[in-house]
């Protein structure tokens, strides 16, 4: 009887030990389970900037291109077709440059060329524009990236910009004299590359912002329709006959160009003569 008690005694020994056990386990369990989320949310948190630095602002980084067009058009009248197109560029925003005109006295044929600046969203309405205005011989339109050139100046910016506000705290607070006219001296020089920069970006701003279109108007060929052709006898025959008459109207140009010196040539012999009749009457 005692030797089944005590095994009695152990089982139930055992079993309150287990359910110690397990309740320590679930209890515990909340704990152990609790910091998780929080060493997930601390990934996260800490994860979280990551993205802004990385590649997203390489993926929407602004591309920066500069468009150009060269065109060559034949018109009627060179003059006119200029201010025409002037007047589509001021249509679209844009604005003159430059106009330079040429009767033919020196290249044989007249021209006008005009540089016009566009903004870029509006260029090939305006090359589109610019092609009615007459017989387009050549067109051309380029575009070049300088986003790189772009960031390498904007990271120059601000890098010399951070220096001169530097020099400039370090001057507030100088006390040394020569300490002051070194910094002085330095960001004299600082200030101009700074300037210098600035400028080289405004001016690649601009060539972005507003596309270049170089444009020149030639005088259309003179001259009538094109050279007849000659097929046949009878062709021939007409052929002989334009040769007549165009010898003919030759021959009266001529004759018209001489015209004058023939006058002066008739009255210097009429006055010879008239003096030789003299001198022999005279005789």
Same mark, same amino acid.
């Given at each position: 009887m005692n030797h089944r008690w005590s095994r009695l005694g152990r089982t139930r020994w055992a079993l309150a030990v287990t359910t110690m056990i397990l309740l320590t386990a679930c209890s515990g369990a909340p704990q152990s389970t609790g910091p998780a989320p929080a060493t997930g949310g601390t990934a996260e948190s800490a994860g979280a900037p990551e993205p802004p630095q990385g590649p997203p602002q390489d993926l929407t980084l602004k %591309?920066? !291109?500069?468009?150009?067009?060269t065109m060559t058009i034949d018109v009627a009248n060179t003059s006119e077709a200029a201010d025409k197109a002037a007047v589509v560029v001021e249509r679209?925003?844009?604005? !003159?440059?430059?106009?330079?005109? @040429?009767?033919?006295? #020196? +290249?044989?044929?007249a021209? $006008? +060329?005009?540089?016009?600046?566009?903004?870029?969203?509006?260029?090939?309405? !305006?090359?589109?524009e610019l092609k009615e205005l007459g017989t387009v011989q050549t067109a051309e339109? $380029?575009? &070049?990236?300088?986003?790189? /050139?772009?960031?390498?100046?904007?990271?120059?910016?601000?890098? #010399? *910009?951070t220096s001169v506000d530097r020099l400039l705290a370090i001057m507030r607070d100088a006390k040394d004299?020569?300490?002051?006219?070194?910094? &002085?001296?330095?960001?004299? /020089? %600082?200030?101009?590359? #700074?300037?210098?920069?600035?400028? *080289? %970006? @405004? *001016?690649?701003?601009?060539?972005? @912002?507003?596309?270049?279109?170089? !444009?020149?108007?030639?005088?259309? &060929?003179?001259?009538?329709?094109?050279p007849r052709e000659y097929v046949g006898f009878l062709g021939q025959v007409e052929r002989g006959w334009d040769g007549l008459v165009s010898?003919?109207?030759?021959?009266?140009?001529l004759f018209g160009l001489l015209l004058p010196w023939l006058a002066v040539v008739v009255v210097l012999c009429a006055a010879s003569y008239l003096l030789i009749r003299v001198v022999r009457r005279t005789r």
């Amino acid at each position: 009887m005692n030797h089944r008690w005590s095994r009695l005694g152990r089982t139930r020994w055992a079993l309150a030990v287990t359910t110690m056990i397990l309740l320590t386990a679930c209890s515990g369990a909340p704990q152990s389970t609790g910091p998780a989320p929080a060493t997930g949310g601390t990934a996260e948190s800490a994860g979280a900037p990551e993205p802004p630095q990385g590649p997203p602002q390489d993926l929407t980084l602004k %591309r920066d !291109v500069i468009k150009t067009a060269t065109m060559t058009i034949d018109v009627a009248n060179t003059s006119e077709a200029a201010d025409k197109a002037a007047v589509v560029v001021e249509r679209a925003n844009g604005r !003159v440059d430059s106009r330079s005109e @040429d009767a033919g006295s #020196l +290249s044989g044929r007249a021209h $006008t +060329s005009i540089v016009l600046r566009v903004p870029a969203a509006k260029l090939d309405g !305006v090359v589109r524009e610019l092609k009615e205005l007459g017989t387009v011989q050549t067109a051309e339109t $380029t575009a &070049e990236d300088v986003t790189a /050139q772009r960031v390498d100046l904007d990271a120059r910016i601000t890098a #010399l *910009q951070t220096s001169v506000d530097r020099l400039l705290a370090i001057m507030r607070d100088a006390k040394d004299p020569d300490a002051l006219i070194t910094a &002085e001296g330095a960001l004299s /020089q %600082r200030q101009a590359d #700074l300037d210098s920069l600035r400028a *080289q %970006r @405004d *001016q690649l701003g601009d060539r972005v @912002d507003y596309s270049t279109v170089s !444009v020149t108007f030639y005088a259309e &060929e003179p001259g009538g329709p094109a050279p007849r052709e000659y097929v046949g006898f009878l062709g021939q025959v007409e052929r002989g006959w334009d040769g007549l008459v165009s010898a003919v109207g030759s021959g009266l140009l001529l004759f018209g160009l001489l015209l004058p010196w023939l006058a002066v040539v008739v009255v210097l012999c009429a006055a010879s003569y008239l003096l030789i009749r003299v001198v022999r009457r005279t005789r």
